[in-house]
């Protein structure tokens, strides 16, 4: 059983082009969260999605940043003219279940490294 | 705000010693906790977790950690490191009901061969 699988590992971008993220969650799961990882700082809640919806984007740069989930295909993010505060490690989780339930659990893929020249 | 503390940034022991690892979070209401490592290179994993019961969980690798309510603490315990525990760890909480995780800045274990 595959785990999230992420891709790029790593994605090297020049100020001002666009870098889009991937994210294939878990077989079964239906569930999908980005978080983001600056140097030196713990993992920072982004945005979280079901297929087709977006939950809660709270998380988000107001602008600049998307993210969709469709009902086919993987789950994406995207960075509109990426600017050098932008070099991260972005890490896309999944889960099978309604994260209000007392038995969550997080399944994390390997992260996409962001370097923005 | 909510928020969660890893005071040791930096960890270096020797094989066979026992190791400690702070969490404490600040929230008043019912969390659930977990720690999760990052061996290098690879995704993050749960180690443990904790939702009710036994204040004392045990995880995987020999690990444990004891949530001390009063103390609004999680810390992770290993009796006896190998060098293979060269990791980081992650500390997170969920308030219950919620599904955002808040996680710490992260401890960066290294243990000598």
């Known amino acids: 059983n595959a785990g999230v699988m992420q891709n790029p590992r790593h994605l090297v971008r020049r100020r001002g082009q666009e870098a889009r993220l991937r994210c294939s969650p878990m077989?079964?799961?239906?569930?999908v969260y980005w978080y983001r990882q600056l140097p030196e700082e713990g993992l920072k809640f982004m945005v979280y999605l079901q297929k087709e919806n977006i939950i809660d984007e709270s998380g988000m740069p107001k602008e600049r940043f998307s993210a969709e989930f469709p009902k086919e295909g993987p789950s994406i993010l995207r960075i509109q003219q990426v600017v050098r505060g932008d070099s991260a490690a972005y890490f896309c989780a999944s889960s099978d279940r309604d994260p209000g339930s007392n038995t969550g659990e997080l399944f994390f893929g390997e992260g996409s490294r962001l370097t923005v020249l | 705000a909510q928020s969660v503390s890893q005071h040791n940034h930096h960890v270096i022991l020797s094989e066979a010693a026992s190791l400690e690892l702070g969490c404490n979070y600040s929230y008043g209401g019912t969390v659930n906790l977990f720690w999760y490592v990052q061996y290098p290179g690879q995704h993050l994993q749960l180690l443990l977790k904790y939702f009710s019961g036994d204040p004392l969980v045990k995880g995987i690798k020999g690990f444990e950690a004891e949530f001390i309510k009063s103390k609004f603490s999680f810390n992770l315990r290993k009796p006896s490191v190998q060098w293979s525990d060269t990791a980081e760890y992650f500390c997170a909480v969920m308030p219950s009901g919620t599904y955002k995780y808040i996680f710490g800045t992260g401890t960066r274990l290294k243990v000598l061969a």
């Open positions: 077989k079964g799961h239906s569930h």
